[in-house]
């Protein structure tokens, strides 16, 4: 059971980026995928996560337009598409799963996580 961050890097503002997941020993189907940033100095915090059930967005409202997350079952493969880059985005992303399907934007209710991907948004 492992999950496999990339597609991170070095963005100016206003750049866009798209992180992908890819999730292997276990199916999307009957696990919730979540992301989570933890930037510099800060705690980890949810951004979003995706399961069976729906779409659920933990940023704040002011930045939830520029996230979107998304799966790929067929390629077992979760994104996350970030729009409109600012240097407050500028973190380590990880992804996490958790079953039962559930979202959860709580960090200890996802049992597996993937190794992060930087991403850095700077002029």
């Known amino acids: 059971v492992q999950l496999q961050a990339y597609g991170g890097g070095l963005v100016q503002p206003g750049g866009s980026l798209r992180l992908s997941c890819a999730a292997s020993g276990f199916s999307l189907d009957y696990t919730a995928i979540a992301w989570f940033r933890q930037a510099p100095g800060k705690e980890r915090e949810g951004v979003s996560c995706v399961s069976i059930s729906g779409v659920y967005t933990y940023v704040s409202d002011s930045m939830k337009g520029r996230f979107t997350i998304s799966r790929d079952n067929s390629e077992n493969t979760v994104y996350l598409q970030i729009n409109s880059l600012e240097p407050e985005d500028t973190a380590v992303y990880y992804c996490?799963?958790?079953?039962?399907?559930?979202?959860?934007?709580?960090?200890?209710?996802?049992?597996?996580w993937g190794q992060g991907t930087q991403v850095t948004v700077s002029s």
């Open positions: 996490s799963a958790r079953q039962p399907a559930r979202c959860s934007q709580y960090m200890e209710h996802y049992t597996v």
